[in-house]
T-cell receptor, first 112, second 113 residues
Framework: NAGVTQTPKFQVLKTGQSMTLQCAQD?????MSWYRQDPGMGLRLIHY???????DQGEVPNGYNVSRSTTEDFPLRLLSAAPSQTSVYFC???????????FGSGTRLTVV | GQQLNQSPQSMFIQEGEDVSMNCTSS?????WLWYKQDPGEGPVLLIA?????ELTSNGRLTAQFGITRKDSFLNISASIPSDVGIYFC?????????????FGKGTKLSVKP
């Protein structure tokens, strides 16, 4: 049982490049979310999903796309990277009823 | 958007002292969660609260779900050096989506050895 796995751990992108941050969980959790963490800002919700095929926007969704084709995976796509997207990204998952989200170890993204 | 106000932002304490921090909101919440984050790691769940007035302990940590549903408190008793880190409150807004968990900005705890 690996919990929540995020890949890659580190990434450097050039402005305008696209990429996908991967997130997978093996706990059969219905809920999955993506957060970004910037100094002094806490964690801000980007997108979340309450089940396969269902996604919704969080507080800061612009510049990011998500899809949830399976229960296990919830990739986050950056369509055209910008320096403002330099951040640490966390994926999290939870089961319904007792929503104590489990977090991955994060992806540190730098856009130059 | 929805905000959680967490205080204090940071604190230095002497080893062995008790610590208190809190989180408030202008809206009603139906779930409060408390997390700790160590450098370079993801947040780890410490305590989950699901009912107004609920008081829950996890070792030296105790958290309470406020009666008004608009606040929560975390207490750490007899602090030790490994308590250093950033503590976050998080909540689910009453009537909102169960996926929309929002976080406070954190309380950074430093312990003087």
């Amino acid at each position: 049982n690996a919990g929540v796995t995020q890949t890659p751990k580190f990434q450097v992108l050039k402005t305008g490049q696209s990429m996908t941050l991967q997130c997978a969980q093996d706990m059969n959790h219905e809920y999955m979310s993506w957060y970004r963490q910037d100094p002094g800002m806490g964690l801000r919700l980007i997108h979340y999903s309450v089940g396969a095929g269902i996604t919704d926007q969080g507080e800061v969704p612009n510049g990011y796309n998500v899809s949830r084709s399976t229960t296990e995976d919830f990739p986050l796509r950056l369509l055209s990277a910008a320096p403002s997207q330099t951040s640490v990204y966390f994926c999290a998952s939870a089961t319904s009823g007792r929503l104590g989200y489990t977090f991955g170890s994060g992806t540190r993204l730098t856009v130059v | 958007g929805q905000q959680l106000n967490q205080s204090p932002q940071s604190m230095f304490i002497q080893e062995g002292e008790d610590v208190s921090m809190n989180c408030t909101s202008s809206s009603i919440f139906n779930t409060w969660l408390w997390y700790k984050q160590d450098p370079g790691e993801g947040p780890v769940l410490l305590i989950a609260l699901y009912k107004a007035g609920e008081l829950t302990s996890n070792g030296r940590l105790t958290a309470q779900f406020g009666i008004t549903r608009k606040d929560s408190f975390l207490n750490i008793s007899a602090s030790i050096p490994s308590d250093v880190g950033i503590y976050f409150c998080a909540g689910l807004n009453y009537g909102g989506s169960q996926g929309n968990l929002i976080f406070g900005k954190g309380t950074k705890l430093s312990v003087k050895p």
